[in-house]
């Protein structure tokens, strides 16, 4: 029995220097400035998503994609794939569209019904989106 633990003493023993001897180690890290404009371009990007989230949940919206066969996890999905340049063009679309009361809301829906066709790969009207196809 001592012949076993003296074994694992120094298999443990081996371990614990190895161990050590690692932590002793410098860790580098590098360290660098961020423009300014790249932190704003990504606040506005999330923005974006933000107000493409808000119209994807609104239950019309949602209803008029379920009839079309898109679950509205599948379209949260694709808007949080959006690169930040998609999201900031779509955003900016939105931003776009006539104020008024059925208009507004007709509009909105046919872009977004055409925006998640597009994603999906049914369609290809929009040259900023990716297929998932």
């Known amino acids: 029995m001592a012949i076993q633990n003296s074994s694992f003493m120094r298999w443990t023993s081996r371990v614990m220097i190895v161990f050590m001897a690692s ?11 961020v423009q300014t404009d790249v932190i704003v371009d990504h606040a506005m990007a ?16 949602r209803a008029q994609l379920e009839m079309r066969g898109v679950t ?3 379209a ?4 949080d794939a959006l690169t930040d340049d998609e ?5 900016g679309k939105l931003d ?9 809301g ?3 829906f046919i872009f977004i019904v055409l925006l998640v066709t597009d994603i999906l790969g049914f369609t290809k009207v929009f040259p900023f ?5």
């Open 72 to 74: 509205t996890e599948q």
């Open 106 to 108: 007709t509009a909105v």
């Open 96 to 104: 776009q569209l006539p104020a008024g009361g059925d208009i507004l």
């Open 87 to 91: 999201a900031m063009q779509i955003a």
């Open 46 to 61: 999330d923005q974006g998503r933000a107000k493409i989230m808000a119209l994807v949940s609104r239950d019309d919206v």
């Open 129 to 133: 989106t990716r297929s998932m196809r």
């Open 23 to 33: 932590m002793a180690m410098p860790l580098t890290a590098s360290a660098g400035m």
């Open 76 to 79: 949260q999905a694709r808007v």
